[in-house]
């Protein structure tokens, strides 16, 4: 079964760096488009980056463009979101996500295999 374990959050002071994990199974990873999304208290969730098979191209919403690097290991089976100067406006539970293609609404709203996901939050 479709299994995704996110890791690496944490609390962190605004300008900090994090790096994201998460491992998936279940699936062969190689042929998915692999996604992150996030989560604030409160709010519903929100799309934040993707990364197409092979990892040759890599698309950013534009609130964390410049500051998040997405990137992927097929031999691990491992996404990764490379996350520096960090701010309190970043501060979400982050999940990852698997899909065929750029559309990422469609992962987000009819996705069913979540993760726990985990904790960013960016405070002084």
């Known amino acids: 079964q479709v299994q995704l374990v996110e890791s690496g959050g944490g609390l962190v002071q605004p300008g900090g760096s994090l790096r994201l994990s998460c491992a998936a199974s279940?699936?062969?990873?190689?042929?998915?488009?692999m996604y992150w999304f996030r989560q604030a208290p409160g709010e519903g969730l929100e799309w934040v980056s993707s990364i197409n098979t092979g990892g040759s191209n890599a698309f950013y919403a534009t609130s964390v463009k410049g500051r998040f690097t997405i990137s992927r290991d097929d031999a691990e089976n491992t996404l990764s979101l490379q996350m520096n100067n960090l701010k309190p406006e970043d501060t979400a539970r982050y999940y990852c996500?698997?899909?065929?293609?750029?559309?990422?609404?469609?992962?987000?709203?009819?996705?069913?295999?979540w993760g726990q996901g985990t904790q960013v939050t960016v405070s002084s």
């Open positions: 996500a698997h899909g065929r293609g750029s559309d990422y609404e469609t992962v987000m709203h009819d996705y069913v295999h």
């Open positions: 279940g699936f062969t990873f190689s042929s998915y488009w």
